[in-house]
């Protein structure tokens, strides 16, 4: 991929123009640290350096075409303000579209469960009540699994019994711990609503030489618009993330013009010119050394067979009955008196290890195309000592007292022992990964109780939106 954006700003700096315009560091060594040298490459609109909102024939119009040919898609565009500003603005393209063809209906949307916070406070600002698509939970670890086609076709026919509309359906393809849905199959049931996929954690599947595990990727179904942040899994600054309408999509050239609107909606007028520099950078990388997620893959491979054949006794390695991608690593415990946050814990404060997230049963860790042999090889070598902490470790007394909390509910506010049986106004979540244990409009269980005060015994803060 040629480096359109960072060729042409290097020809801009190299004619020395002086700048009388914004940012206020004016291109010039301010902090005396590795800083000043990222105001050098930091850009607004000068005439020469195209404008992401309103492009002409430009450094930015070409990346994006050529990232688009790479991706085999019918439009790609860079995110600046990360997957969540992409979120923002497929949601409300897709329900202006809808609302445009068709005017005067009930409306609703089908929301797998599991989707990130984003996409509930999107539904609040659009004050959309969604149908939820509830893929199944391992009873034992809390985890999601994928939506099946059935799962969706569940919602789906709930939403024709009740008369409402679908604005859209969206999903979340990679889980948080590497679960895939049934998309394609899913995708096909969609023939006049807008299916968007949250790929947020499968950035790096187009790149993979496996076509199983690639094709995984929703851009290669006839889902409508995917989302991509590339710095959950690629060589990327945090905040980057892409966009693309699949080229399998059957709504590509209607929904275009009402997704381009929206971006300019949710995404800075002042876009980042680094940031748009560092994801042309990381697409070039990942496209011109796909070698390297060969490797990649086969250090995972290695990995997780040195994991099957040791004895850990007091974890294993999350291998589902589902679809998943094998380079998320997640640990579960097999000791209920060992959580995911004193395993994590023990990683950080003794072997130097920060995992990703910490649960109640389990951990999850990121691993990325970086990772090296050595990484992999400490990693499993830590994993092991950490299994003889973990053994020694005093565990009778290992759970912090829980503390009440007020939550809102639609009848007010009450503490948690008081909300069993109550409708939640604003969902309530842990972050890391801000999927509501309740969301909005449901009512508080017993098991969500119960998940509530393990979060908070295990000393997790509790958010409500």
């Not at 996929?197 to 496996?210: K, M, N, Q, R, T």
Request: with cysteine.
């Amino acid at each position: 991929m040629k480096k359109y954006i960072e060729e042409t700003i290097n020809d801009y700096i190299n004619e020395d123009h002086k700048p009388w315009h914004m940012p206020g560091h004016k291109r010039k060594k301010v902090f005396g640290s590795y800083l000043d040298e990222l105001f050098l490459y930091d850009f607004t609109e000068v005439p020469g350096l195209d404008d992401y909102h309103h492009p002409e024939d430009g450094m930015i119009t070409r990346s994006q075409l050529e990232a688009s040919d790479i991706y085999k898609t019918f439009l790609t565009r860079y995110l600046f303000n990360g997957s969540t500003s992409g979120i923002l603005a497929s949601l409300y393209a897709a329900a202006s579209y809808m609302k445009d063809k068709y005017p005067d209906k009930k409306y609703t949307a089908l929301v797998a469960r599991n989707c990130h916070t984003s996409v509930f406070n999107t539904l609040e600002l659009l004050q959309i009540d969604p149908i939820y698509i509830y893929p199944s939970k391992d009873e034992e670890t809390g985890i999601y699994k994928g939506v099946t086609f059935d799962c969706f076709l569940n919602a789906l026919n709930e939403a024709k019994r009740s008369d409402l509309l679908p604005l859209f359906a969206i999903l979340t393809s990679p889980t948080y711990e590497g679960v895939f849905s049934e998309i394609r199959e899913i995708s096909r049931l969609c023939d006049y609503i807008p299916l968007i996929i949250d790929e947020a954690h499968g950035a790096h599947l187009p790149f993979l030489s496996e076509k199983k595990l690639r094709e995984s990727s929703a851009l290669y179904t006839e889902s409508d618009i995917v989302i991509q942040s590339l710095h959950k899994t690629l060589p990327s600054l945090t905040q980057t993330a892409i966009i693309h309408i699949p080229s399998g999509s059957k709504k590509n050239k209607d929904l275009e013009p009402y997704l381009i609107k929206y971006l300019s909606v949710f995404q800075s007028t002042s876009p980042s010119y680094i940031f748009m520099q560092v994801i042309e950078k990381c697409i070039s990388f990942c496209n011109e050394n796909k070698d390297r997620f060969i490797s990649y893959y086969d250090l995972i491979d290695d990995f997780r067979y040195n994991m099957s054949i040791h004895n850990f006794k007091n974890f294993h390695l999350f291998t589902p009955e589902e679809d998943f991608d094998r380079s998320r690593i997640v640990l579960i415990s097999d000791n209920k008196n060992i959580s995911g946050e004193m395993m994590a814990n023990a990683l950080s404060r003794e072997l130097n290890i920060v995992v990703e997230m910490s649960a109640d049963r389990y951990i999850t860790l990121i691993s990325s195309v970086m990772d090296s042999s050595d990484d992999f090889l400490q990693l499993y070598e830590s994993l092991i000592k950490l299994d003889n902490i973990l053994s020694d470790l005093k565990t009778d007394d290992k759970k912090k007292p829980g503390y009440d909390l007020l939550l809102s509910t639609v009848d007010g506010a009450f503490y948690l022992k008081d909300c069993i049986g109550k409708t939640i106004d604003r969902y309530i979540y842990v972050y890391p990964p801000g999927i509501p244990i309740v969301a909005s409009g449901e009512v508080i269980t017993k098991k969500h109780f119960d998940e509530i005060t393990e979060m908070l015994m295990i000393g997790k803060k509790i958010y409500q939106n």
